[in-house]
């Protein structure tokens, strides 16, 4: 049963225009998400994070929202930079299970000069 | 020091073999983390201790053995392996609860079996 969801392995997205990935999560005791980015042969690098009593977070080109009706959350990215190329991990945790974070499949980022 | 650093960054061992990896972090953070994560496949919970004490363990085989011996240091020790272990082994560490800033990840070990 996966509890957090990317649909869409790959997204392909010109240099300069918004890129936006979306995560479903099904559990509704999960308080807290995150975004990370990873680069082949590294570990996930923390982008940003929302509680579940906030439905935007921003920080620089990167904005994060949450739809909890809809237990749905995206990351925008504008403008999108071919640095932005890399696989993005959307995952969440609730605050009554330890810190486990579960994880969703991932999106291949490719942004294109 | 906003790192987690994970030694070595390369394994390869024999089915019989013996080995251990090594995580390591000075941020004071209280919960450390072991993750493990296959190609194409999103990182999947091995084990979480917390203040020290071992909280979470998510039913993995007793091949894998953690040990935390003080809130700095995680270790993983390894053990007549499969090469269906072979994998990235991410280390992770963070306030114990939740981060405000999340989890923060090593680079990880890349550990083939052979």
């Known amino acids: 049963d996966q509890q957090v969801k990317q649909n869409s392995p790959s997204l392909s997205v010109q240099e300069g225009r918004i890129s936006i990935l979306n995560c479903d999560y099904t559990?509704?005791?999960?308080?807290?998400f995150l975004w990370y980015k990873k680069y082949p042969a590294e570990g996930p690098t923390f982008l940003i994070s929302i509680s579940s009593i906030k439905d935007k977070n921003e920080d620089g080109r990167f904005t994060v929202f949450l739809n909890k009706s809809a237990k749905h959350l995206s990351l925008h990215i504008v403008p999108s930079q071919p640095g932005d190329s890399a696989v993005y991990f959307c995952?969440?945790?609730?605050?009554?299970?330890?810190?486990?974070?579960?994880f969703g499949q991932g999106t291949e980022l490719s942004v294109k000069p | 020091d906003t790192e987690v650093t994970q030694t070595p960054k390369h394994l390869v061992m024999g089915m019989t073999n013996k080995k251990s990896l090594k995580c390591e972090q000075h941020m004071g953070h209280r919960a450390m983390y072991w993750y493990k994560q296959k190609a194409k496949k999103p990182p999947e919970l091995m084990f979480v201790?917390?203040?020290?004490?071992?909280?979470i363990n998510e039913s993995v085989p007793s091949r894998f053995s953690p040990e935390c011996p003080n809130s700095s240091l995680l270790n993983l020790h390894l053990h007549a392996l499969q090469p269906e272990d072979s994998a990235l082994y991410l280390c992770?560490?963070?306030?114990?609860?939740?981060?405000?800033?999340?989890?923060?990840f090593g680079s990880g070990t890349r550990l083939t079996v052979v």
């Open positions: 559990n509704s005791m999960f308080d807290y």
């Open positions: 992770a560490s963070s306030h114990v609860g939740q981060g405000v800033g999340g989890y923060t």
């Open positions: 995952a969440a945790s609730a605050r009554n299970q330890g810190g486990k974070l579960i």
């Open positions: 201790y917390s203040y020290e004490k071992l909280s």
